[in-house]
């Protein structure tokens, strides 16, 4: 049962601080590396599934996992998952539930949820328990104070992929603090999933394969030098090309078509929106 150790900077309530993509991408590499040697491409649920603890910026908790019953919100509306703290029930660990397969939740969407709320985990996880550890400070209620549990949801899988618009999460710092940590659980989830490497690499192999053109040049990107790729399918059949492309990679990689696009968009190897739709 794999404990998966990492860190970033986080203030003394240990919430995440200021941590940009990149940043999160390159946890989710290091966490990569703890659960598959580096040639695997696909990650499979069974290896999420047998994490069994979490040590992040030196707090140490366990991971109940359980990914064999549905899951429903507090108001009992089927949901593809949670992660939850429950000082209740445990000071040391945090559940994470995902519904299984069924008719409206595929393999690779399951396996997305999981990856998403283990981003949570990660993230957010460590200041639910802090807190919890901190006890009630000089104005508190103990009572209230100890009854206290901390839950995020992924609804649909349209959760995984689209964001709230920047003006609806202005209102108050919870719905700002909402909205970025739901930020860093799906870029975890896609650097997790489809690391860039790794995709670049499958690119390289795949893309001759469908007729689509990679384009080479060097990175304008300070935290990632090198060079960067871009793929163009031209030609009256470009746009089967570029799908067919896709369709293989998410194969390859054990994900939906739409999260491979995503994740190209992402990378660089795509203008948002040139993908299929």
């Not at 999160?24 to 603890?53: C, F, H, K, P």
């Not at 000089?138 to 689209?162: G, I, V």
Request: proline residues 5%; negative net charge.
């Amino acid at each position: 049962m794999p404990e998966l150790t990492l860190a970033y900077r986080c203030c003394d309530r240990k919430l995440p601080r200021y941590i940009k993509h990149s940043e999160v991408e390159g946890i989710a590499v290091l966490a990569r590396q703890q659960l598959v040697d580096a040639n695997t491409d696909a990650i499979s649920l069974s290896v999420l599934r047998d994490i069994s603890s979490l040590k992040i910026n030196g707090i140490r908790f366990d991971l109940w996992v359980d990914t064999e019953h549905a899951v429903n919100d507090d108001q009992g509306n089927p949901v593809l998952g949670v992660c939850e703290f429950d000082p209740a029930a445990s000071m040391d660990a945090t559940v994470l539930s995902v519904s299984p397969v069924s008719e409206t939740a595929t393999e690779e969407l399951v396996l997305s949820t999981f990856a998403h709320e283990l981003g949570h985990a990660i993230f957010d996880a460590p200041s639910w328990i802090a807190a919890a550890a901190q006890g009630p400070g000089l104005f508190d209620d103990p009572s209230e104070l100890a009854r206290k549990a901390y839950r995020t949801e992924t609804r649909d899988a349209e959760h995984l992929a689209k964001q709230p618009e920047p003006s609806a999460v202005r209102n108050s710092e919870l719905e700002r603090n909402v909205h970025f940590a739901e930020l860093r659980a799906n870029e975890f989830m896609g650097s997790l999933l489809v690391p860039r490497q790794h995709l670049y690499r499958a690119v390289e192999t795949l893309a001759p394969k469908h007729g689509v053109t990679i384009h080479r040049s060097p990175s304008i990107d300070p935290e990632l030098p090198g060079t960067t790729m871009r793929l163009t399918a031209d030609g009256d059949i470009g746009f089967f090309d570029m799908e067919c492309l896709q369709k293989a990679l998410a194969k390859r990689f054990g994900v939906h078509r739409r999260f491979i696009q995503v994740r190209m968009e992402r990378y660089g190897l795509l203008t948002s929106g040139a993908g299929i739709a």
